[in-house]
C-alpha cells in the first residue's frame, strides 16, 4: 500500500515561496507517478504538476508552468513542489497523490487520472 504524507503549507503573501513536500511509501512497481493536486473552495480539484519515476520528466498545469517546480530525492522517497511568485489564486489545499504502472510513465494531463493514493492535505494560504 502506497503511503503519502505532506508537509510544508503555511500563509505567504503575494510573490512570496513556498516548498511542499510528500514522503512516499511503499510501491511496489518501478514505474510511477507522483503529483499535486489541489482545491479551492467551491472549485474543481486540479491537477498542478506530476513527476514520473520512469526518468524524472514532469508535466506542469499552464496554470503553474513557470511558477512551481516539482522534483524528487529518491535517496529520501521524497518529492518537492517548488511554488514561487505566488497568487491568492494559489491559495487552496494541497494534496499530493500517487499512482503505479506496469510500463514507464510519460507524464501528462491524464496522469492525474491513474493516481490512487492520497495524502490527507495540506493548506496554502496566499494574502493579497
Known amino acids: 500500500e502506497v503511503q503519502l504524507v505532506e508537509s510544508g503549507g503555511g500563509s505567504v503573501q503575494a510573490g512570496g515561496s513556498l516548498t511542499l513536500s510528500c514522503a512516499a511509501f511503499?510501491?511496489?512497481?518501478?514505474?510511477?507517478?507522483i503529483g499535486w493536486f489541489r482545491q479551492a473552495p467551491g472549485k474543481e480539484r486540479e491537477g498542478v504538476s506530476c513527476i514520473s519515476s520512469t526518468d524524472g520528466s514532469t508535466y506542469y498545469a499552464d496554470s503553474v508552468k513557470g511558477r512551481f517546480s516539482i522534483s524528487s530525492n529518491n535517496a529520501k522517497n521524497t518529492v518537492y513542489l517548488q511554488m514561487n511568485s505566488l497568487k491568492p489564486e494559489d491559495t487552496a489545499v494541497y494534496y499530493c497523490a500517487a499512482g503505479e504502472s506496469d510500463m514507464p510513465v510519460v507524464p501528462g494531463p491524464l496522469t492525474f487520472n491513474e493516481m490512487d493514493s492520497w495524502g490527507e492535505g495540506t493548506l496554502v494560504t496566499v494574502s493579497s
Open positions: 511503499g510501491f511496489t512497481s518501478d514505474d510511477y507517478a
